[in-house]
């Protein structure tokens, strides 16, 4: 049966506080049936997010059921990925409707004492995004020595600033050119829309570098040629750096596409991220031990709440600041922009001396 997905994102419905919610709606067209937010009910995505359409913004799962939703998606990922408190009885509530839960939290429904027996009676499935099979509890290996395959890892200026969207677009920019290309998910967001990945940061931290290592062989040995997977963290930031760098070990990325929100001055810890270059200096610096010459070969910009005129002046900015090709990846000019310098990045790309 199809999916007729109804998004939980009560008091958190926004461009910035609802990340699992709006790249649902953005990626997983057709599927997305309405959300619910108390505070923003009566009014569309479009409205909300500026994308979206007409999908509708329920004030409670009751009144979401005119829709005939099959599919509860937790539509946030909260500090700590605890289920909200406040929440728990509308799942419990889908349940009762035999509404399938999907949820990418570190609260894994499938094991709640009180969720899972109800699910089981009722007939429901809870689906955890961030449940983590038992084979990618594994060291690394270091593959990457012996890999043909081109990967390309979105590294980022800090958290939730859209390494996933920049992976996902220049993805399918790659397929759309003929190019054996691949999206590794490394997070809930990107589980969902993709249907496959794993969410290293529900590993321990000893296997993250094993898993994504993993991941990323089982992509090359089904013959994609490139590689794109999705980023996690940033480096600058002291609360989520250890996944980025578990990342970047298991990667070992040929290239790099550095994200970063222009009009976000510093982040959670008060810690300023516009340093721009000090950033890719950073990320290069990593590799310079393996004697790897991995680059950052162009930036994404996130420019949510930015006007025109400020989106302009970044990609100018940036690119006189870093030399380096700067551009929205939700644009098609964008997207191809960052395509092409990929393209010619790889031309002269050697990951060792001949």
Known sequence: MPRRIVILAEGKFSPLESKTANQAIRYLTGEVIGVIDSRQ?????????????????FSDLRASLIAEPNTLVIGIAPTGGQLPDSW???????????????????????????????????GVQLI????TPPEYNVIAKGSWQTRMAK????????????????????????????????FVATGQTGILIAGKGIAVDHLISDFVAGAIELEVDKSA??????IFVEGQGALQHPGYSAVTLGLMHGVMADAMILVHHPVRHTN??????????????????????????SKVA???????????QQIATAIRDLERDTNLPTADVLTIEGVK???????????????FED
Do not use: W
């Open 151 to 182: 990967t390309i890892l979105t590294v980022g200026t800090d958290c939730n600033v859209g390494k996933m969207t920049a992976a996902l677009e220049l993805h399918r920019e790659f397929v759309r050119r003929g190019r054996k290309s691949d």
């Open 41 to 57: 009910a009566g009014r569309t995505a479009e409205q909300v997010l500026g994308f979206g359409g007409n999908i509708p913004v």
């Open 298 to 308: 162009g930036i994404a910009i996130n420019t949510v709440m930015m006007t025109n």
């Open 268 to 293: 959670d810890y008060g810690i300023p991220i516009t340093d721009v270059k000090a950033s890719i200096q950073l990320h290069e610096g990593f590799f310079k031990p393996f004697s790897f010459p």
């Open 221 to 226: 040995a089904a013959g994609h040629e490139y």
């Open 128 to 131: 955890d995004l961030r449940n």
């Open 88 to 122: 728990r009885p509308i799942v419990r509530e889908a349940i009762e409707d035999k509404i399938d839960v999907i949820g990418g939290l570190h609260t894994l429904l499938s094991e709640d004492s009180e969720l899972a027996p109800l699910a089981r009676r009722n």
């Open 337 to 351: 922009k960052l395509a092409m310098a990929l393209e010619e990045y790889f031309t002269t790309f050697r990951r």
